[in-house]
């Protein structure tokens, strides 16, 4: 394996930026509704992926949000998170980015210790701040926000869960977009009452640069037919070869690892029995091996966890020269 390794690829050539661009219009409005609800609100929680936990934050709720408002970073999915770099990224997102309030939590997980400190820390932190007008009132307002799909809605639901032991409420779904507008504000807790405003997933108009474009693509940020599942596969499969990780070899029922998607997604596909029928120009039939579905089947096996536990940004500490270049 070490041969085929010295063989693979040390940089991933993207063809077109453009298709890592996505900012549908219920985000403009939806940013516009968190502004209007923000006279109400106590302490603001931004949802993040734990994969992820320096690229794609939005930095337009910095200044428009934030300003006077508690504010803590969730990083959730950290059951799909490596733990071993969980002190080296709380340290650098105290210091690099001024972020003091850090929880990491797993929706999946039902006894996540994040998920019970989240509450105490929420009052906590509104207890010491200046609530202004709504000093005299006992109720909490929380807002949740970040970028699409991160966790959000699940992360109400889980609180909800937890404090009040109601059902779910909040829509979920394993698709960036769910939730379309700022949602009528939950309670998630009783005594003192605590209500979590729910809000649609916001991306920059324009994401900063491809390499963090690509990894939130991998997280299934952005829409994956708008990307390409085959262009997403081909830098899963870089992404893993680089990180000497062949757990997609016996998955993808493949011999031995490959730098070439092509080889890897048709080779897949024809191991799934998975064909395309496709009519040539004169009228005749021809099957093809299926290769965005052996693409759709290699992202879930990534997003579900079959790969391990990874931390994408890894290369924040490291790199030296881009490892993505635009064709
Ligand atoms: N593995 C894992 N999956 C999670 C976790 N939390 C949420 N998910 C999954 O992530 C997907 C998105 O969850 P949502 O709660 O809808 O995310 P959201 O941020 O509200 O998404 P939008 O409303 O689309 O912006 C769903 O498939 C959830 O089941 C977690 O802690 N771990
Ligand atoms: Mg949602």
């Known amino acids: 394996m ?20 996505w900012f549908p219009g219920h985000m403009d409005r939806g940013m516009k509704q968190m502004q209007q609800k923000l006279i109400q609100v106590d302490c603001i929680i931004e949802v993040h992926d734990a994969r ?35 002190p080296k990224v709380t340290k650098t997102l105290r210091k690099d980015y001024d972020i003091e309030n850090i929880i990491f939590t797993s929706c999946k997980n039902d006894r996540c210790k994040g998920v019970s400190q989240m509450l105490p820390l929420m009052q906590d932190l509104i207890k010491n701040s200046d609530r202004y007008h709504r000093n005299q009132l006992t ?8 970028i699409p799909n991160v966790g959000k809605s699940s992360l109400l639901n889980t609180l909800r869960n937890r404090h009040m ?13 769910i939730t379309r507008s700022v949602q009528t504000r939950l309670k998630i807790c009783e005594d003192p009452p605590v209500y979590v405003f ?7 108009p324009n994401i900063p640069n491809v390499y963090e474009g690509l990894k939130m693509a991998l997280c299934n940020i952005l829409v994956d037919h708008l990307v390409g599942e085959d262009i997403i596969a081909d830098y899963l499969l870089f992404w893993l070869n680089k990180n000497n990780n062949f757990k997609y070899v016996q998955y993808m029922g493949v011999n031995e690892p490959t730098d070439s998607i092509t080889t890897l997604l048709t080779k897949c596909a024809v191991e799934l029995n998975r064909y395309k029928i496709i009519k040539t120009y ?31 940004d890894k290369d924040y500490y490291t790199i030296e020269t881009p490892d993505v270049k635009i064709l």
């Open 2 to 21: 070490a041969q085929v390794a010295n063989s693979f690829r040390t940089v991933f050539e993207l063809v077109d930026k453009n298709v890592l661009r």
């Open 52 to 86: 992820i936990p320096f690229s794609g934050r939005n930095p337009l709720f910095k200044p428009s949000l934030f300003a006077v408002k508690p504010h803590i970073l969730v990083l959730n999915k950290v059951d799909l998170f490596d733990p071993g770099w969980k």
């Open 139 to 146: 109720e909490h307002n929380i807002m949740i926000i970040g």
């Open 165 to 177: 032991n109601r059902p779910n409420l909040s829509n979920v779904g394993a698709v960036p977009g």
């Open 198 to 204: 729910d809000t649609p997933g916001i991306l920059t």
């Open 282 to 312: 004169d009228g005749s039939k021809k099957m093809y091996p299926d290769f965005i579905f052996a693409a759709k089947y290699m992202l879930d096996g990534f997003r579900n966890g079959l790969f391990g536990p990874v931390m994408l």
